[in-house]
């Protein structure tokens, strides 16, 4: 790898837009139905599809069968799940602990890795993945600590 200015602005001005658009979603008519946001996602589909199409890039071989396997998990669990979990996160809790999704999906990944493909690690993973968890739980403990017993 080379370093890029432009690349790593690039990285800092997504990761800011990101931020800025989930603390402004707060405030904004979203549709109610996950219906509307399905529509939106097949549209960017499609939009990046005649894109890459355009741009010349081909499939050179079909993915195997664990291929197929792999992209149907990130479709439902990865997509439908973890976005439609994080826009009802948007709305019902602060902008920080609704994005504390994104650090704890790595220690999620790694888990899974063990579990279903053998996968093995280290101390420093452990002690990545303690460092994270830990940071989540900081984060969340001023919402969790000014909610009432039912």
Same mark, same amino acid.
């Given at each position: 790898l080379q370093a890029s200015p432009i690349g790593a602005a690039m990285i800092l001005f997504a990761a800011a837009a990101w931020a800025f658009g989930s603390v402004w979603s707060r405030h904004l008519p979203l549709p109610a139905g996950p219906?509307?946001?399905?529509?939106?996602?097949?549209?960017?589909g499609a939009v990046l599809l005649i894109g890459s199409l355009l741009?010349?890039?081909r499939m050179t071989q079909m993915p195997t069968a664990a291929g197929w396997g792999a992209l149907l998990y990130l479709v #439902?669990? *990865?997509?439908? $799940?973890? &976005?439609?979990?994080?826009?009802?996160?948007?709305?019902?809790?602060?902008?920080?602990?609704?994005?504390?999704?994104a650090y704890v999906n790595p220690a999620?990944?790694?888990?899974?890795?063990?579990? #279903?493909? *053998?996968?093995? $690690?280290? &101390?420093?993973?452990?002690?990545?993945?303690?460092v994270i968890i830990s940071?989540?739980?900081l984060i969340g403990l001023p919402q969790w600590r000014k909610q009432k017993p039912v």
């Open positions: 219906m509307a946001s399905a529509a939106e996602m097949l549209v960017a741009s010349g890039e #439902f669990f *990865g997509s439908i $799940i973890a &976005f439609s979990a994080y826009m009802y996160l948007l709305k019902n809790v602060r902008p920080a602990a609704a994005t504390s999704y999620v990944a790694v888990m899974l890795g063990i579990a #279903f493909a *053998g996968e093995t $690690i280290g &101390f420093e993973e452990c002690l990545a993945m303690a940071a989540v739980v």
